[in-house]
């Protein structure tokens, strides 16, 4: 008792020395060659799981004692515990919000630690699907002579929480995880098997303007049927009343193409239609909003300024700096985009 007693005075008198000395830009033992870094026991962890994230030293010199802050989505993770390997006694952790602070020392004479070092390991529960970011935002070290110095690391690693109870082909999808799986949650979209979701297949028209209809829940009245639309077609009421609106129009022979594959400048075309018709858009895009893609040239006229539209406020961010107007679309693409359509009316 009276040796965690005096270990307690000894870490709170190293750190107000601390805090009370001035700061170096590094401290005298602990310069600029010392690096911190952040791992994670899995980046795709199942709902449920526990995640250990250790934060390692390395090229330290002297560090007697540390504090280190961690920010991390409480929404998504629950805190359990943390430890420290390393020698000296640690403080119980203080978190607020999504905060997180933790502070640990050596006690009795000698130089501190050297070297690469594990600092601490903390231990998560995900508790929600969906992304979650880690930032280590700062150290702060104290060497054995009490000079301290604080280093601004905004060392990030995110991790992607994944529903077991869905879908299992969505590993190399970690982008749309969130996505499908809520949407998978409402019933906006479905599998295509057994756990099953084939994010990389290619979505029809028909598919495309289905799941369109059911995010928004646009209704109206039946409009001329195409010609090339059975009429015992599970799309075949979503499309004629799509057309209704104003929302489709079909080609000169008056035809849909319900099996054809959307091409990604189409499904932009309907979503952009859609929104405008349901009044949950108003603003117009123009060419400006575009020059941040590469391919924008690659655009067709009739699609540029939907597109523009939807870049304009978010919902289309492309990658790699193109938009892939030609491309056709996937299910993981098409989810991602309704998902954000989903968001930005809330």
């Given amino acids: 008792m009276v040796l965690r007693k005096w270990m307690k005075i000894s870490f709170v008198i190293v750190l107000f020395i ?72 640690s403080v119980p952790p203080i978190v607020k919000d999504s905060h997180i602070q933790l502070a640990h020392t050596k006690v009795g004479k000698g130089k501190g630690l050297e070297g690469e070092q594990s600092l601490i390991k903390l231990h998560f529960q995900a508790i929600q ?25 905004n060392v990030r690693s995110t991790l992607t929480i994944y529903n077991p109870s869905t879908f299992d082909d969505l590993e190399s999808f970690d982008w749309a995880l969130e996505a499908i799986e809520d949407l998978a949650s409402k019933g906006i979209v479905n599998g295509t098997g057994e756990r099953q979701f084939s994010p ?69 075309v309907l979503t952009d239609r859609a929104l405008r018709v349901s009044n949950h858009l108003t603003s117009v895009g123009d060419q400006s909003d575009l020059t941040i893609f590469d391919d924008a040239s690659m655009i067709s006229d009739y699609a540029l300024s939907s597109v523009a539209a939807l870049v304009k406020i978010g919902l289309v ?24 359509l989903l968001t930005y009316l809330k």
């Fill in 18 to 89: 601390s805090w009370i000395l001035p700061t170096t830009s590094w401290a005298s033992e602990a310069d600029e060659s010392s690096t911190f870094t952040m791992k994670l026991s899995s980046q795709i962890p199942n709902q449920g799981d526990t995640i250990e994230v250790v934060i390692e030293g390395h090229q330290l010199l002297d560090v007697y004692a540390f504090e280190i802050n961690l920010e991390y989505d409480p929404t998504r993770l629950t805190f359990i515990d943390a430890k420290s390997d390393a020698p000296g006694f």
């Fill in 129 to 153: 699907n969906g992304k979650n970011e880690l930032t280590l935002s700062s150290v702060k070290v104290v060497d054995s002579k009490l000079v301290s110095s604080t280093k601004q690391t």
């Fill in 200 to 268: 990389d297949s290619a979505v029809t028209r028909a598919d495309f303007l289905v799941l369109l209809m059911r995010a928004l829940g646009l209704k109206g009245t039946a409009h001329q049927p195409f010609d090339d639309i059975e009429a015992d077609a599970y799309y075949a009421q979503p499309v004629v009343v799509a057309r209704g609106l104003g929302i489709v129009q079909g080609d000169e022979a008056n035809q849909f193409h319900p099996q054809a594959s959307i091409t990604r400048e189409d499904m932009m």
């Fill in 317 to 340: 961010h492309g990658y790699a700096n193109q938009v892939f107007p030609q491309d056709t679309t996937n299910r993981a693409q098409a989810a991602v985009l309704i998902y954000n």
